[in-house]
């Protein structure tokens, strides 16, 4: 130990008073690295090479590190434990070569050799190798399709964006597919990674949105390098999609009811999606309470189907009641539509004209049909009477 201070107190000297031979000899005592750059593939091993010169005679350890100044790390000592690093040559004092197993996009960087020099003083003179550029090849992650916030209509024109990341090098190509046919996007943006170690994609495509979507598929397709078969990404555009429903309430138009018979009015929702609805029956703006409640039914369109019906007594009372069928839609505002209920009294309606339904007592009120009735009388008559003539004879 004493020889190594007195060593190193002679160094100090010598650099101190000689400054050229100085120089030469810290020269000759650096790490030497002779890879610039090393590109490996993730999950493989990576081998960093470092030599120090025999005759150095210079004391301390010799260390690799990954960057240099604030944000450095210490990849390997002669003292730590790291778990995936190995010396190539244990215990040699000239090769520092290391190894690391099973690369990590995050790994790439610069990696300095770094002799740590034994001083008198706290100010540490580094010995450091030129450094060398380690990249990581990645594959890309699957890609992700993500689409609007909410639910758009049939007619709107959406953006759904596509994204991977992790990948190195940067090469990316993006092909976006709508069923099976490829539809035009806008160049991918490639941006550095959060540990600048790899590449993030972001592509975007604009789809105007139609009522059949329901059943229609996105497809984010990625190609990389290190890629033997291109990623798919998947978004079902039914996803992004509110189709509205069509409302009928039916009878339409509505016709007039005979007291004290049953009326069914039938609310037909249509053709909407999600199923997502609730339908309310209000009489004269007051809710009512429905017993039959129908479930919505997904067409083969994929749109959905709903009937719901309300069976009222057609009470006196009734007449001139406001009927509405409120529909909900995917908790959109609600949407009303209204029949008003006629009711016609057959008894009194008769006194005056009897002109509206065509029952059988209205029918007596033609006289064509009296003639037929007296000639068809008439003619029983005659008969009648000739049967009778002739039996008498
Ligand atoms: C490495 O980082 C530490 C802490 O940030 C710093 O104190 C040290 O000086 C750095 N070393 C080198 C060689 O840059
Ligand atoms: C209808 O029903 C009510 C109560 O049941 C009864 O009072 C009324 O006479 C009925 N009207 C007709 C036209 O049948
Ligand atoms: C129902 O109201 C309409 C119009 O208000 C009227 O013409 C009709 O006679 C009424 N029917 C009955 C059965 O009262």
Wanted: glycine share 8%.
């Amino acid at each position: 130990m004493a020889r190594v201070l007195l060593l190193t107190a002679l160094m100090l000297l010598l650099l101190r008073r000689a400054p050229g031979a100085g120089a030469q000899a810290v020269q000759d005592s650096k790490p030497e690295q002779p890879q610039d750059k090393v590109e490996v593939t993730a999950g493989q091993n990576l081998t960093l090479n470092c030599t120090t010169s025999r005759n150095s005679f210079i004391p301390g350890p010799v260390k690799w590190l990954k960057g240099w100044g604030t944000g450095n790390e210490t990849i390997y000592d002669q003292t730590g434990v790291f778990p995936r690093v190995t010396r190539a040559l244990i215990g040699s004092d000239t090769d520092f070569t290391i190894r690391i197993r099973d690369v990590r996009p995050e790994d790439a960087g610069t990696y300095y050799c770094v002799k740590f020099p034994k001083s008198l003083d706290g100010d540490e003179p580094f010995l450091r190798g030129k450094g060398t550029v380690v990249s990581v090849r990645a594959k890309p992650t699957r890609p992700v399709v993500s689409g609007p916030g909410r639910r758009q209509k049939p007619g709107q024109s959406v953006p759904f964006t596509c994204t991977a990341g992790g990948f190195f090098p940067k090469d990316i190509t993006v092909k976006w597919l709508k069923d099976e046919a490829q539809i035009s996007a806008q160049q991918p943006q490639i941006t550095l990674g959060r540990t600048n170690s790899s590449y993030n994609m972001a592509s975007t495509v604009t789809v105007t949105l139609q009522e059949h979507d329901v059943r229609s598929q996105l497809v984010c397709e990625v190609q990389h390098p290190m890629l033997t078969a291109p990623l798919r990404g998947t978004y079902q555009l039914r996803q992004a999609l509110r189709v509205p429903p069509s409302i009928r309430l039916l009878p339409d138009p509505p016709s007039p009811v005979e007291v004290n018979k049953t009326v069914n009015f039938i609310c037909h929702v249509k053709g909407f999606y999600p199923g997502d609805v609730t339908v309310t029956w209000l009489e004269n703006g007051m809710q009512m309470k429905v017993e039959k409640i129908s479930r919505p039914e997904e067409r083969p369109s994929g749109l959905f189907e709903l009937r719901s019906q309300l069976e009222v007594q057609a009470t006196e009372r009734k007449n001139g009641s406001v009927f509405t069928c409120r529909v909900v839609h995917d908790a959109q505002a609600p949407d009303d539509t209204k029949t008003t209920l006629r009711i016609v009294d057959p008894a009194r309606e008769g006194l005056s004209g009897r002109s509206q339904t065509g029952n059988g007592v209205s029918v007596l009120s033609s006289p064509g049909l009296w003639l037929g009735i007296l000639l068809e009388k008439g003619l029983l008559g005659g008969l009648l009477i000739f049967l009778f003539k002739r039996g008498r004879a």
